[in-house]
Nanobody, 124 residues
């Protein structure tokens, strides 16, 4: 059973930084692409960043590029999302996800396993 548990969300001010963490349980970490998505009420889930199964490739959406960075720690079975210079528009429920394969995709429908989400709220 694959389980993903996010943490690190919170209430911050515009311009602040946060680091989200996601622990992936079981022998289900190495070799699989991992990603972060976000969603606000009434809107579709939106891609933020992803990292390939071997960690060599990383990709972030234009809306967060240059401010967000994704990384993974195989020893800790954890994927991180470093978020800098946060803006009120970044307010959302942030989800960690794992693909069935190693390549990066930005379509949420191509991701198989999801965490429960961690809330990030940015005040202006």
């Amino acid at each position: 059973q694959v389980q993903l548990v996010e943490s690190g969300g919170g209430l911050v001010q515009s311009g602040d930084s946060l680091t989200l963490s996601c622990v992936v349980s079981g022998r289900t970490f190495s070799g699989y692409a991992l990603g972060w998505f976000r969603q606000t009420p009434g809107k579709e889930r939106e891609f933020a960043c992803a990292i390939s199964g071997d960690g060599a490739a990383k990709y972030c959406a234009d809306s967060v590029k240059g401010r967000f960075a994704i990384s993974r720690d195989t020893a800790k079975s954890t994927v991180y999302l470093q978020m800098n210079n946060l803006e009120p528009e970044d307010t959302a429920l942030y989800y960690c996800a794992r693909r069935p394969g190693s390549r990066i995709r930005d379509n949420p429908q191509e991701w198989l396993f999801w965490g429960q989400g961690t809330q990030v709220t940015v005040n202006s």
